[in-house]
Every structure is written in C-alpha cells, then in structure tokens.
C-alpha cells in the first residue's frame, strides 16, 4: 500500500516538475513576443473616409462608421473623427486613396498615428441581391509610407444560397457587416503576426491568362515595384485604379516584390507632372525610377471591367498588363487575361463567380502564378526566331 | 464474251475518270475558299528581325475599341512567342511623335525609316481590322475576326511580309442549332495566333 502510494506520488510529482519546466520555457518567449510586438490598444490607426471607386452612389460614411467600430472593438485604438477632419482640413488633404510621406509623418507627429487604413470602395449594390467589393490596406506612417498589411472582399447575397434558400442574404447592412468582419479578422490576424505576408494565400482558384510572357525576373533579386493607375478603356468608372489596387495586394504576397504605396505614386507623378497620355516612356520610366528608388515599373490597360447586374448578370474582366525594369529598359513580363464570371460553370451554376472583383483576382493569381518565383518558371529567350527564307 | 469485257473495262476506265475529276475539281473548290492570303519576301533574311513596334490598327469594324483590344493581344503574343520583342506602347508612341507620322495606322515608306532611327527596333508591324463582331446569317447569330498585318522593315520602309485571316462566323452547326458561335475573346486569340504561326512559318 505505501509502496503504491509512494509510486503515485513520485509520478505525479514528475508529471508537475515537467509542467513547471514546459511553462518556464513557454514563459519568456511569450513575454519576448509582448514586449517586440505593440499592443492593439496602444496601436494607434488613422481610418480614411471611403475611397468611392464604385463609379456610383454609396452610403459612405455608415460604411466608414460601421467599418471604424469593428476596428475598435477589434481591440486597436482609433483616431476619432474630429481628430481626423480636422488634420484633413488643416493640411489641405483631399486625395483619400493614398497617403504621401509628407501627409504620414504630419499624422505621425500630430496626432500620434503609427498607420493610416485606407478603404476603397470597388463596388457597392443594395438591391437584390446586395453585393459589396472592398479593398482596404494599412499603410505605416513612421518614415516612409510602407503598406503594411493589405486585403480586399467581395461578396454577394446569392454566393452561398444553401438548401432551399436559407443561405441568402437580402439585407446589404447584414452584407456589409459580414465584410467587414472578415477584413478586420484578417487586420487582427496580420497584426498578430507581425504584419508578415502570407504566401500560402497564393494557393487559391486562379484562371491562367490568355497570353503571358516572362524574362529576366531573376527568382534571388528583390523588386521595388511601382504600379501605376491601368489605361481605362472599358466602360467602367475607375476600372484603372481598381485593377491598380489588386495588382498591388497581389504582388506584395510573392514575398520578393516591394510595392510602393499608390499614394506616393501619385503624389511624384503630380509633383514632376508626368502625363503619360499614349504609355509610359523610357523617360518618364526613369523619373519614377529616381524619385521612387523602384527598379521595376507595372503598368496595363483594362478593355472591359464589368460586374454582373442582378441575379443572372454576368461579370466580365478584359485586362493586359506590361512589367518593365530600369535595368535595361524592356518588358520583363506581359500578360494578357480575359475571363467571365461562368467560365467555371459546367451545370446547376456550381463555380459561379458573381463580382468582377472574384473574376478579377483569380486572373491576376493566374498571372503571379507564372512569376512566383520560388517556381522558377523558365523564361523567354527572346531575338530572331522567325525562320529565314530558303 | 471478248466484247462484253472490252466494254466493261471502258465503263469502269469511265468511271474512274468521272470520279478523279470530280474529287480534282472538289479539292480545287476547296483551296479556292480557303487562300493562304500570305506574302513572304523571298530575299528577306527574317532572322535579323529582333525587335518590332506595332502600330496602332486601322479599325473598320463598329467597334471602337477593338483595335486596341487586337493590338494589345497580338503584342503578348508576339512577345510570348519568343521570337521577337516588341518595344513597350509608350515608346512606340513617343517615336510616331518625334517622327511626326500624320497617320500612324497607315505610315508611309519614308515615315517608317524615320520611326526605326528613333527607336530602335529592326521592323513595323502595321494592321488593319476588318470585322470584329457579331455577324448575323438569318435567324443564326456568330461573332467573327477578320485581321490583316503587314511587316515593313525599317531600314528600306518596304514591306516584307503580309498576311491576313478571318476566324469564327455563322457554321453549318449555328444555323441548324443555334447557339451563338464561338466567343469573341476565343476567336481573336485564334486569328491572332494563325497569323503569328503564318509568320514564323
């Protein structure tokens, strides 16, 4: 009896030395990762007035609203409205897709700000069935303006209808909340690890593009990449700066691409007034070049961008995108996508995409799928190929 | 006996020359409907042609923007090939500029030989869009492409290879089932790449 009573003791008194010696050693680390990293009460964002690139009336502000409260409740510590209207009007700021370094070191130094949240408003529909596509990024305000975390959603009443109809939603307020919840849980997540990017997000549905080429991307070199608003040929408001958007969120999850903020961008091309009526020039190349200490430069046009109206509409995306490096002043990648919303669909509308924005993402996937580069997909030789005469 | 044989071996000699001709005359029918529509410069050395521009289109269809919409598709195409490389949009509308060419759709000898002293690229590839669309056969409804390019090369400003081809239209399969024809997008990858194959051919 004693003898079996000793035994137990000594077991349990091993078990709780070793839970005492798991906990050490979970200790410190945890307390380390706390002290690296800021707490989201002490983190202070910005949030920016919804960007409208819709091409149509929207309710803005409720969205800002409704957006700012799950920011907080999220835990982080908002800039309050007053605040914010006041630091807009004082400095004169009415570009709200982007922030320039002088604006971020303003907010930093003003109002304690270490990020502002841009949301941009890619499309918004409250009739039946309500649809909203939302783009929102964080950009840093310590130094230079550097995007730290950035996402987008689209969603439909009709994406998930369920049997017999209980999966729709009808009210856009419930939609809208449902998006916001969801980019909010990717912010806090993105915040919890430290705002590293994910490549593993790579690994989704994507259409390949029609046309696509690559050269001298070499997979061990870091980019500095600028992405310049798409020539919009299509019939769609602002389909140039919304393609812009997405290539930017896609191209900061290949790991190897920096992506310079979009409101940089603009800011140095008002402030060295570059138009580039007809495509970009070697020479306006190379000023965005010097002032944006980029050696790569993506730019494209949209022939069609267009989300599918109601229930049967079909959303259509027509797009061709050029790379080029400072290097030596030549197209390192072209690419050319055209898909539908029902490019998918074999029967019953299983694999239906609803938004342009589903359509659109899924091709630039297909694009950034070619030039991954931990892939090494092999690239193009280029130079006199056609055969001669004999 | 040896009469009724001689007689057979005429009908069967007749018969088979009845049918060669009829297949001859068919096959000639057939190549007469479907024309190569392609010229080569038989004293042209192809393989110096590194480096291309493409102008913008003439287009003649109702379309306005599908001249761009060609222009940008062959352009990947081209570059996706790996034959050629085509000199960005940007540059190539900077040198119609500098080379002050009225019509940059329809440029003349001397005009191209100052366009490749500003950029330098080894030819122009000019084009012309005849149809892009839908095309309508009583009740049956198609979309079909018809495309022509010429390639001039800049140091001469001559024209050193020509080619064009139509793709989709209303098939024996539309008119009796209906269903529309091929999509747009489909069609236009096809001609382009028929007329790409035609010049690396």
Same mark, same amino acid.
């Given at each position: ?44 964002? !910005? ?40 630091? %807009?009007?004082? $400095? ?24 502002? +949240? ?10 039946y069935p309500?649809k909203?596509? +939302?783009? !929102? ?17 689209a969603l439909s009443g009709n994406d998930s209808p369920g049997l017999f109809d209980t999966g729709l939603i ?32 790579? +690994?989704k549905k994507k259409f390949p ?8 991307? !070499? ?26 958007? $997405? ?19 603009? $800011? ?38 267009q989300d599918g109206r109601g229930e049967t509409g079909v959303p259509t995306v ?5 790379? %080029?490096?400072?290097?030596? $002043?030549?197209?390192? %990648?072209?690419?050319?996508?055209y898909n539908t919303g029902d490019d998918r669909v074999h029967f019953f509308d299983f694999g239906r995409i609803s938004t342009a924005?589903g359509v !659109?993402i899924e091709m630039?996937?297909g ?24 | ?140 409804v198609?979309n079909?492409?018809? %495309? ?25 399969t539309d008119?009796l089932f209906g269903g529309g024809g091929e999509p747009m997008n489909t ?15």
């Amino acid at each position: 009896m004693i003898s079996s009573i000793s035994s137990s003791n000594r077991f349990v008194l091993v078990v709780l030395t070793g839970l005492f010696l798991c906990v050490g050693c979970a200790g410190p680390r945890g307390m380390a990762e706390t002290m690296q990293r800021p707490e989201k009460g002490s983190y202070r964002i !910005a949030i920016f007035p919804v960007e409208n690139l819709s091409g149509g009336k929207a309710p803005l502000k409720e969205l800002r609203l409704s957006l700012a409260e799950k920011i907080k409740t999220a835990g982080f510590d908002v800039l309050p409205d007053d605040s914010l209207n006041k630091f %807009l009007a004082r $400095h004169r700021i009415r570009y709200i897709g982007g922030i320039d370094g002088e604006s971020a070191r303003d907010m930093a130094e003003e109002e304690q700000v270490q990020a502002v +949240l841009i949301p941009s408003l890619e499309y918004y529909d409250d009739s039946y069935p309500p649809k909203i596509a +939302l783009t !929102a990024r964080l950009v840093s305000t310590a130094g230079e303006p550097e995007i730290l975390w950035m996402d987008s959603i689209a969603l439909s009443g009709n994406d998930s209808p369920g049997l017999f109809d209980t999966g729709l939603i009808r009210d856009p307020a419930k939609l809208t909340d449902k998006a916001f919840r969801e980019l909010t849980r990717s912010l806090s997540d993105s915040f919890g690890g430290g705002f590293r990017v994910s490549v593993d997000q790579l +690994l989704k549905k994507k259409f390949p593009p029609r046309q696509f080429y690559r050269s001298d991307l !070499a997979p061990d070199k870091q980019f500095r990449i600028v992405v310049l608003p798409f020539y919009n040929r299509s019939d769609r408001k602002n389909a140039g700066e919304i393609m812009a958007l $997405h290539f930017v969120q896609e191209l900061r999850r290949l790991g190897n691409f920096t992506v310079v903020e979009p409101g940089m961008v603009r $800011h140095h091309l008002l402030q060295y007034r570059l138009i580039m009526e007809g495509g970009v020039t070697n020479a306006n190349a190379d000023v965005i070049y010097d002032v944006l200490q980029a050696n790569v430069l993506l730019t494209g046009r949209v022939i069609d961008y267009q989300d599918g109206r109601g229930e049967t509409g079909v959303p259509t995306v027509d797009f061709s995108v050029t790379m %080029l490096d400072k290097e030596h $002043h030549m197209i390192v %990648l072209a690419a050319d996508s055209y898909n539908t919303g029902d490019d998918r669909v074999h029967f019953f509308d299983f694999g239906r995409i609803s938004t342009a924005y589903g359509v !659109a993402i899924e091709m630039i996937r297909g694009i950034m799928d070619r030039i991954d580069m931990q892939r090494g997909t092999p690239a193009v030789e280029g130079g006199g190929r056609i055969a001669p005469n004999h | 006996m040896p009469g009724t044989r001689r007689v057979k071996s005429i009908v069967s000699s007749l018969f088979l020359k009845t049918v060669m001709s009829i297949a001859m005359v068919s096959l000639t029918g057939c190549a007469a409907f479907h024309p190569s529509g392609t010229y080569r410069n038989e004293n042209m050395d192809f393989g110096s042609i590194r480096t291309v521009e493409v102008l913008p289109f003439v287009n003649l269809s109702r379309d306005n923007s599908a001249g761009e919409r060609v222009r940008d598709v062959l352009i990947t195409a081209l570059l996706a090939s790996g034959g050629v490389y085509v000199v960005p949009i940007g540059e190539v509308n900077r040198g119609v500029v500098r080379a002050a060419i009225a019509n940059p759709a329809a440029p003349s000898a001397e005009e191209i030989v100052k366009l490749g002293s500003f950029i330098k690229a080894d030819g122009v590839i000019t084009g012309t869009l005849k149809e892009y669309g839908e095309v309508r056969s009583g009740t049956a409804v198609g979309n079909v492409i018809s %495309l022509s390019l010429q390639l001039m090369e800049t140091q001469t400003g001559k024209v050193v290879w020509s080619a064009s081809t139509t793709r989709g239209g209303v098939s024996v399969t539309d008119r009796l089932f209906g269903g529309g024809g091929e999509p747009m997008n489909t069609i236009t990858e096809k001609a382009v790449d028929d007329l790409i194959n035609k010049l690396f051919q």
